[in-house]
């Protein structure tokens, strides 16, 4: 066995991670969920869009709502539902959001890229940037989980990736009805970019309106950025 294997053995050993879903104590090598929750997640996942019938991670329809603000492809990997054959996909945003687990990130990133890469030409000639966490948020959980998620993708792709969007957003989303959210989603660039002629994909953790991403689009467009993607590891809105 080889020195790093080893090592590797040991700090998995040390960290006792647990299956994301049934809490389950997870065997070398798994990432995130155990074999028993993986295997209802992979039958869960492999559902259809109900607009072009083709499996979601491999579907790349926005709605009316994101291509008004400019976001022509909406990428996802599973829907995101309140029932119990959803849970593994759930509980694995929550644990994205709070845990700062590497194997987390690691099987969310496994599924973005694949999702990314069965809709979008050249990845690595992309711009990634991510929805901004509130900044709260960010002191209670020491993260920001998109911002980890789309720097990794971009990593993957040998893609660029920019910190562009802070958040100024004073309460949590989740807390708000549709035409609140997108009041309450204020977002403003921290860098003086140029991105003319730019494609740029937006990262999120998961797209529940769409009132975070359309307005993180708006301002990305005004910096000449000529086609904006959205990815997300689930949707919560309804396709039609
Ligand atoms: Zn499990
Ligand atoms: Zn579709």
Do not use: W
Not at 85 to 108: F, M, P
């Amino acid at each position: 066995m080889k020195i790093k294997e080893l090592m590797d053995r040991v700090l998995f050993a040390l960290s006792v991670p647990k299956c994301t879903c049934c809490k389950s104590k997870l065997d070398y090598g798994q990432k995130a969920l155990c074999l028993k929750c993986s295997s209802v997640f992979e039958d869960f996942k492999s559902r259809n869009c109900s607009l072009c019938a083709k499996p979601l991670d491999k579907c790349s329809c926005s709605n009316e709502f994101l291509r008004a603000h400019y976001v022509r492809r909406v990428i996802k990997c599973y829907r995101y539902l309140d029932r119990k054959e959803a849970s593994a996909g759930n509980t694995l945003i929550y644990s994205l959001k709070r845990d700062n687990r590497q194997d987390v990130l690691d099987a969310c990133a496994d599924l973005l890229c694949k999702a990314i890469s069965n809709s979008v030409d050249n990845p690595a000639d992309c711009v990634f940037i991510n929805v901004p966490r509130r900044k709260s948020a960010i002191v209670k959980y020491g993260i920001d989980q998109s911002a980890l998620l789309a720097k990794e993708v971009a990593k993957r792709f040998g893609a660029r990736y920019i910190p562009l969007l802070a958040s100024k957003a004073k309460l949590a989303q989740k807390s708000l009805e549709t035409a609140d959210r997108f009041k309450n989603a204020q977002f403003y660039i921290t860098k003086n970019i140029d991105l003319t002629g730019k494609r740029v994909i937006i990262v999120d953790d998961i797209i529940t309106t769409g009132a975070s991403v359309g307005k993180a689009a708006a301002l990305v467009r005004s910096l000449g950025c000529k086609d904006i993607t959205a990815a997300a590891l689930a949707i919560a809105y309804k396709d039609s």
